[in-house]
């Protein structure tokens, strides 16, 4: 069955760093484009970025737009959300999702001094 | 970008009675390939959210029949036709048409 489970999260400072990761099981990981969406603390959900099977094919959202960057390797089903100069507001559970049709668990980035 | 506004924001229903949730886009979600990316969500209390319908009225496997989605261009609706328990939680969509992709604001499900 189809498995996402991501890691990375964790309480980093305002204009810092964490690098998410998904791992991806039960289906063929290089077919299927890819996204990160977040969920602020009892807030609702927010699409953060897009990427193709392929990884030729990128989106971001306005609000990370030059400051967070995705990225997959397809030889380790794996799916990752590089993010940098982290704000207050980028604190949320950040959930990765096949297609929209399967999602994660979810991991928490806490941003706070 | 696209908002998507969802009504009402709270629903309190009564088990077994019907239950629906608007959805309307600020610029039609037709995409060039003729589809319309409308999707809904549930996120049950506590959980991951989970897709329930997706080009509009097309269901996922293993939701139930009594979920049904509907609507074109600009507005859609997500209908629930007997309520039950498991049901509580919140709905959103979310179009699929136009970067970047937008959700709406969410609506609370409750049982009266």
């Known amino acids: 069955q189809v498995q996402l489970v991501e890691s990375g999260g964790g309480l980093v400072k305002p204009g810092g760093s964490l690098r998410l990761s998904c791992a991806a099981s039960g289906f063929t990981f290089s077919d299927y484009y890819m996204s990160w969406i977040r969920q602020a603390p009892g807030k609702g959900l927010e699409w953060v970025s897009y990427i193709s099977n392929s990884g030729n094919t990128i989106y971001y959202a306005d609000s990370v737009k030059g400051r967070f960057t995705i990225s997959r390797d397809n030889a380790k089903n794996s799916l990752y959300l590089q993010m940098n100069s982290l704000r207050a507001e980028d604190t949320a559970v950040y959930y990765c999702?096949?297609?929209?049709?399967?999602w994660g668990q979810g991991i928490l980035v806490t941003v706070s001094s | 970008d696209i908002v998507m506004t969802q009504s009402p924001l709270s629903l309190p229903v009564t088990l077994g009675q019907p239950a629906s949730i608007s959805c309307r886009s600020s610029?039609?979600?037709?995409?060039?390939?003729?589809?319309?990316?409308l999707n809904w969500f549930q996120q049950r209390p506590g959980q991951s959210p989970r897709r329930l319908i997706y080009k509009i009225s097309k269901r996922d496997s293993g939701v139930p029949d009594r979920f049904s989605g509907s609507g074109s261009g600009t507005d859609f609706t997500l209908k629930i036709s007997r309520v039950e328990a498991e049901d509580v939680g919140v709905y959103y969509c979310m179009q699929g048409t136009h970067w970047s992709y937008t959700f709406g604001q969410g609506t609370k499900l409750e049982i009266k």
């Open positions: 999702a096949r297609t929209y049709g399967h």
């Open positions: 610029q039609s979600l037709v995409f060039s390939d003729g589809n319309t990316y």
